[in-house]
């Protein structure tokens, strides 16, 4: 369930998904809502290509620490790709 920002301003967040078009952020969406995970989803910018770094656009999707494992099995089993572990930052 898609919530605001402030629902989760007295619990820590993680980042486990940047999802790097528009389609790919309303599958995510729908993903995680049939799960019954609260999430907040915020545009922000990441640097992107091999050859030519650039900088772009995403969506990045946070979920509550308590709902980290949920998620990211949640996002697998659709075939989503998830941040590794080390880059999963806490906010």
């Known amino acids: 369930m898609r919530q605001e920002a402030d629902f ?16 790919e952020a309303v599958g995510a969406e729908e993903a995680l809502t049939r ?3 609260a999430y907040c989803v915020e545009t922000d910018e990441y640097e992107g290509g091999l050859i030519f770094r650039t900088t772009r656009t995403g969506a990045f999707f946070y979920v509550g620490v308590g709902d980290e494992n949920a ?3 949640t996002l697998e089993a ?7 572990v080390d880059l ?4």
């Open 35 to 37: 799960a019954g995970i």
């Open 71 to 73: 998620a990211v099995a």
């Open 8 to 23: 989760f301003k007295d619990d820590d967040v993680v980042l486990v998904h940047i999802a790097k078009r528009l389609r």
């Open 78 to 84: 659709e075939g989503y790709r998830v941040l590794p």
């Open 88 to 91: 999963r930052s806490r906010h």
